[in-house]
């Protein structure tokens, strides 16, 4: 969820001021940025009567492909110039398809780029066509993906228009936005659940509610998460990403023609430089879905080869707005950068699972961490009565948990820490006095490893 205070359900609706409507939603697949194909560019010339050689005809581009067409004569030859030499004569053949209105058309004659061509025959009514398909002007537009590309391409989403993004609410009257963004380049991919119910009959509905809200109530800009996704696995584009000025020029990808992500609402102090995506529903005690599971892994798979960023790795991020710094793995939970329950204690859980899914997919980003986070310095420190309070160090952000016990006893676990961090300091409580205890620590890595040291022991404070 977004920074501030957990709101219910009924007050998403009670704020929601949207119409209800049913939602046709087709998936399609999402196209890429990419540039357009050339304008074609085409010259024709009437050259008339042609009785021997005819002029030289520069069409002032390189021509690709020359058609013929004449009243009467035989079939004739043309030749093309190509870098000051001009190549032998040729006989045009006649095109398969019919002809009509007594006029008879070459098939396309390969011109090769050539600067210039000229036609020798005895015909009447010549012309030529000449046709260039590679070198016209080209403008940046979507794409639509290629089915074999060889890289992961983005999932289908549910586009901001096929949800029903109320635009007015971020937009005047005369189609200009309220505000501006920002872009600045992916650096790190934050999962958050948006703390609405789970088993949503109208995912759709509640989207437009978490938008309402965030623009209504919250005062953000936008809908605070660049993505959501629901419980069948449906992704919703999140956060407009058109060009600042546009209202209606969304982006698929939620960046930039840089391929920058545009700047959410979701992480306090970690918005910029940073991909939120929030699975819909609530996940302190329940699992997200396997269809959502699947989703948030092809979704963070086709981020991290984009950015190149290594799903199991965890790395110092510096906020490209503040300059402020953190080491947090490049696929966190919201909490790993704020105190905060989100996305939800059984989501963070399988974090380290989805992060191996996502390694998995995205393949070539090297070979999968497999070793456990080394353990050092461990130490029993503050030794009372009562308590005592554990630390040690990992080499790697990793988490955090004790289990001790008496030599003879039943073995007990502390809560376990899950925020990823090299220090650790775990309280033991509710201790006999002047009892020796035995313990062990327990360190579990971003992507799943767990490590264990040897036993070590203190004593409490008779
Ligand atoms: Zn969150």
Redesign the pocket.
Known sequence: ???GQPITRRAFLRRASVAAGVLALRLAPVPALGLSVPRTLTAERALGRVAGTSIVVDPQFPVDYLGVSWERGGAPFVRFLADGRWSPWAQVHEDEIPSMGGRTWSALVPADHASAYQIRGENTGVRAFAINTTDGPRSLMWQQPEAQASHILQPPIVTRAQWGADESLRCNPDGTPKFSWSFYPTGKL??????TANNDPDPAATVRAIYVYHVQGRGFIDI?YNFLIDASGTIYKGRYSGPNGTCSSDSPTGEDPLGRGVTGA??GGWNSGTM?I?ILGTYTSTPITPPARAALVEHLAWESERHFLDPLATTTFTNPASGTTRTAPNVS???DWTA?Q??GGALYAQLPAIRQEVAARVGQIGAPDTKPPRISAIEARKIRRRRAIIRWRTREPATGQVRYWEPGHRRRTTPLDQSLQKGHKVPIRRLAPDTEYRYVVLSRDAAGNLAKSRVKRFATEG
């Open positions: 969820m977004p920074e934050i999962v958050h659940h948006t703390v605070a979701h992480t939120g929030a939970g919201h909490r905060t989100c996305p």
